[in-house]
């Protein structure tokens, strides 16, 4: 039988200069667990476990296994104390195949320092075959799917005898199914004797998977729970104060159709349609969601529509006009608010102020600029009037936009966006990285902005928010519309259009557990158009 | 709103594998572009004119053995009209096989483009030396005095494949030439022992390289500043003690001994081959070693995967417990030593002193090889050889005299440099951390 070690973590203090990530943190792995870390994004679970990887020094604090304390001064000695970690941010050298990879840091050698990768190659299918990950040892790495790049890390991790395997927000990159997956994983490896420290922010996932939580808020540990908890119940203690999940929204009541996109189609340098034939429309008062998992084509439907692509075709009419080919600035002229996927490099300008980033589309127009000079006091006037009115935690209104949090930060970028007459309101990811409480608030005045009859647009790959938000979803595969469904549509069916897979056919190929061929055959129509 | 109900799938562990998979493939294959059909027939088209239509109707003489080999073969003796017409004929095949591919979305194959290169080459000899005042040459001189020229590009080049391979950009390796050129004839010359002398050339191509490590690695200063940087330092400071120390008692400093040419009985006699692989220098006979070594060493050793790893992604090998910093100093480092090997090749082979520049920018051709040969050592050498070989070719030819103005000629190696880099092979991807330092967190 393997040896099954306990963990412990007691008064783990982490400081990054003034920051206190961690404060006095203490956690109990038993062996054989699955023990969840939950906490907001900001929280300090990711710092907690690369203290434990070795990748950070504790400030204060010690790492006790078996009772024995233990100092890691790298990743190599926490490896050797059989602690494994899954990244969020998947570890794997893209050109390497999976063996490659795999051996990296470990390598079976023969002499003078030569690879021996059939050692390797052997380990791989033994693990592969044990827990039928069906992975194979030669396939580049950049050719995998994510679903399957993350077994290669778990792989990685049992290679090296882990027998705490810590996942670091593993469900982020994957679909609901490959969720599902995962977890069956995850209670497989338990079974095989193997702890897992799985970090999440989401309560589903948690309550499903887990045998004790522990929940982390502001660098602390706030509490254990059960994963009998309601999600209620967990929410606050992760939030702090009682929170409510469901946004409470009146039905839509669309009116006429203003937003029309017509087989719109962007290539990418490469010469990839990573947009394809794209057609849709949006009424207003009406919130449609764009769901998919990143890398489907979001980003550039956004960027087409802003005018921020090349190479598109097909068309994008909003009112009757026509928004392909002209300038952005000319886009936003016609009424389009938007809200960038990443607002650290296209939301906002971190070392500007608060109140100049309030301005930043409107700062060469009255009142805020009189022929070629800017009235500093209506910007601050502004700038008082946006912050109130969305809530923006900042010490001033001169302070730099980017030592704001993220929620905050995003507030500063949706303010800006809706503090203009719009015509369209296209909101890219707009609560990621963002603070449950703020979450609420910023849903609210997406929903306020249908409600006073601007058609909506949201990008999201969380499916709960697009559950949350949409009146109608449209599901991205590949650059092209899946379908589009009516809000409501279950979690299963969504998750099956997110693997690019057509609810009607799903539907006839559901029994006798033919959607192997189904699916085979769906992905080479796609393919082939 | 749960789906704690997963769909049980008995039998078939992995059911949605096949979609994600086609797709992948999908994404990662690269649309095929006019780009190589359309260059090729360009060059096609060029060879048929020049080479074909307008080759003087007189025959060219290729030597293949020299005097000193055991065996001797006859020379070549073409028609340059006829010879020219059938290459470029030859070639326009290619090119519409290359189109006709295209048209199948299918890519031109590596051998087609290679193959191209060479007909093409042998076309335009045929033309310059058909059209030259003494239509003869020695093939077997050409491509010995090419693999000549190549040596120093040959060991820049790979002091690049090894700096770029960690991840750290090497623009220096002009100044680590230049500074092991330097070192060598100064220390052969005041030991009088040309070993002395290629070892301390290792030694200041690797101090040059450690200067480039620490600002690049510890301070974090733009990679390819403190690459000019050094590469101006060095000039500098080579320049200045030449003419302050160097000239001023040349017998004292500067008359190097040479490293004797290393003639292997039998072997180098065979023509072309010969004194190609067996009638050289020492650092003629290093530079095969290293080639092969580093080749072995990057792609079937753990050292290897290592380096390759910290510059692919540098925070995946530091997750693995590699100390990714001290991995690429010390590469650096032994890239410097490399270069510096290189350097001495001019003082102790070539000629027997330093003068100033005596590298005369090929570390700036090193790195175009570097890119053309793919980071790869073996592609390195190859592409340091077909540099080589033009920077010959314009010496020979405008000996023999030729049609062409002799300045268009001294073009020749910059022209195949420009070409070459802008990717006439295909697209080359360097390893995706080169240029980007590595901050830990």
Known sequence: MVRVLKLELRGITKRFGTLLANDHIDVVVESGQIHCLLGENGAGKSTLMNVLYGLYEPTEGDILIDGKAV??????????????????????????????????????????????????????????????????????????????????????????????????????????????????????????????????????????????????????????????????????????????LNLDKAPATPQEKTFEVRDLTVIAPNGQHVVDGLSFDIARGEILAIAGVQGNGQTELTEAILGLQERVSGSVTLDGKELLGRSVKDVLKAGVGFVPEDRKVDGLVGTFSVAENLVLDLYDKPPYAKGISMSPAKILENAKARIDEFDVRTPSAAAAA?????????????????????????????????????????????????????????????????????????????????????????????????????PDEHAHSQPAGSRPAATSDHAEGVDHD | MSTTVSSPRPGNPRPDNSA?????????????????????????????????????????????????DFFQLPALDINAFAGGTVLSVLLLGLAAYAVFLKTKDRPAPGWLTVTFIVLFVAAFLLWVVGGARTPSISLAGLIAGSVTLAVPLVFGSLSGVLCERVGVVNIAIEGQLLGGAFTAAIVATMTQNPFIGLAAAAVAGAMVSMVLALFSIKYLVNQIIVGVVLNVLVSG???????????????????????????????????????????????????????????????????????RAVGEHPQAADTLGINVNATRFWNVTLGGAVAGIGGSFFTLVAIDSFTKEISGGRGFIALAALIFGRWNPIGAFFAALLFGFADNLQSIVTIIGTPVPSQFMAMLPYLVTVLAVAGLVGKSRGPAASGIPYVKG
């Open chain 1, 402 to 502: 980017g030592t704001l949090s993220g929620g905050n930060q995003q507030k500063v970028v949706m303010a800006r966006e809706l503090s203009r007459p719009l015509r369209l309101f296209i909101a890219s990811q707009p609560t990621r990285g963002v603070d449950v409480g703020s979450i609420e608030f910023l849903h609210r005045r997406i929903v306020a902005e249908r409600d006073q009859g601007t058609p909506v647009m949201i990008i999201s790959t969380e499916l709960d928010e697009v559950m949350e938000l949409a009146d109608r979803i449209a599901v991205l595969y590949k650059g092209k519309l899946v379908g589009i469904v009516p809000a409501g549509t279950s979690r299963d069916v969504l998750g099956l259009m997110m693997a690019g897979i057509h």
């Open chain 2, 237 to 307: 400071v080579t320049g200045f003690l030449f003419s302050t120390v160097m000239q001023e008692d040349k017998a004292r400093f500067n008359s190097p001994p040479g490293l004797d040419i290393i003639e292997i009985p039998v072997l180098s006699d065979v023509p072309i081959i010969g004194p190609i692989l067996f009638r050289q220098s020492l650092v003629g006979y290093l530079m095969y070693i290293a080639v092969l070594v580093v080749w072995v060493g990057l792609f079937k050793t753990r050292w290897g995967l290592r380096v």
């Open chain 2, 20 to 68: 994600p998979d086609t797709g992948a493939a999908a994404v990662t294959a690269k649309p095929v572009t006019w780009k190589t059909p359309v260059l090729l027939a360009a060059f096609g088209l060029i060879a048929l004119v020049f080479f074909g239509l307008l080759a003087p109707n007189k025959t060219a003489s290729f030597g293949i053995s020299t005097g000193e």
């Open chain 1, 71 to 244: 100092s890691f001064r790298g990743p190599g000695d926490a490896m050797a104390a059989g602690i494994g970690m899954v990244h969020q941010h998947f570890m794997l050298v893209p050109v390497f195949t999976v063996a490659e990879n795999v051996a990296l840091g470990a390598e079976p050698t023969k002499a003078a320092g030569f690879l021996n990768l059939d050692e390797t190659r052997r380990r791989i299918r033994e693990i592969s075959d044990q827990y039928g990950f069906d992975v194979d040892p030669d396939a580049m790495v950049e050719d995998l799917p994510v679903g399957v790049q993350q077994r290669v890390e778990i792989i990685k991790a049992l290679v090296r005898n882990a027998k705490v395997l810590i996942l670091d927000e593993p469900t982020a990159v994957l679909t609901p199914q490959e969720t599902d997956e995962l977890l069956d994983i995850m209670r497989q490896l338990k079974a095989g004797g193997t702890s897992i420290v799985f970090i999440s922010h989401k309560l589903r996932e948690v309550k499903e998977v887990s045998d004790t939580i522990t929940v982390i808020r502001r660098g602390k540990v706030v509490g254990s729970a059960e994963p009998t908890a309601s999600t209620t119940e967990l929410a606050s203690m992760m939030v702090g104060r009682a929170v409510s």
